[in-house]
């Protein structure tokens, strides 16, 4: 490198490399004008000459004057970096409030979709609620409806059974009645038979009796013509 290139160091990077204290370094740039600039990490930095410098065996006193100067003008600069920082300060004030407040709004907005969302499920749940009674409803209903076709059928088929039940005694009754008027008609054709084969021997007691078949037929017959 040349003698008229610079290098941009902190004041621990100086002093290290000038084998002085950081103070130093920052006495020689206000006494040297050196260029300030602040770095990316937000340190300061020093435009530092690269050309050789030795430490001094012998210090001279600087006069009260020079010092003044000296200090006014390291006074100045720091009120310039003071003046600097602030308005960083604010930007990034500025920069934090708006993010905060691009982040309050995406919270705000977060919120408004949550309740939106909770409130689409709490009308789709009362939805499937009402759908859930009315099918349970219909259920219960259609179970009623096949309770009384059942009741109905079993009175049905009760009622069946009975008629049948009376029909059947009906039947048997009348069947008993048959019987017995059937009974008393065999008892009364036998009585006709004997009371007309009695008449038929008493008017033909001196003729020739008949055959026992034919007497028979005659009661029959006159059973049946009476």
Request: proline residues 3%; hydrophobic residues 40%.
């Amino acid at each position: 490198m040349s003698s008229n290139e610079t290098q941009w160091l902190t004041y621990k990077q100086a002093a290290d490399k000038l084998g002085v204290s950081p103070q130093a370094v920052r006495q020689k740039a206000i006494r040297g004008r050196w260029q300030r600039a602040k770095g990316n990490d937000g340190q300061a930095r020093v435009q530092v000459p690269d050309q050789p410098y030795h430490v001094r065996t012998v210090y001279r006193q600087a006069s009260d004057g020079a010092l003044m100067d000296a200090l006014r003008e390291h006074i100045a600069t720091l009120k310039t970096d003071i003046e600097r920082l602030t308005a960083e300060l604010a930007g990034e004030r500025a920069e934090l409030a708006a993010e905060r407040a691009r982040a309050d709004g995406a919270t705000a907005e977060l919120k408004g979709n949550i309740a939106r969302l909770e409130g689409d499920l709490a009308v789709e749940r009362v939805a499937r609620q009402a759908d859930q009674k009315q099918h349970q409803d219909q259920l219960v209903a259609e179970w009623a409806a096949r309770q009384a076709d059942q009741q109905q059928l079993a009175a049905e088929r009760a009622v069946f059974a009975t008629a049948r039940q009376a029909d059947q005694d009906q039947l048997t009754a009348a069947r008993a009645l048959a019987d017995k008027a059937t009974a008393e008609l065999v008892e009364l054709a036998r009585q006709l038979a004997q009371i007309a084969e009695q008449r038929s021997a008493a008017e033909t007691a001196e003729a020739e009796p008949e055959p026992p078949r034919r007497k028979l037929g005659r009661a029959w017959g006159w059973f049946l013509r009476n």
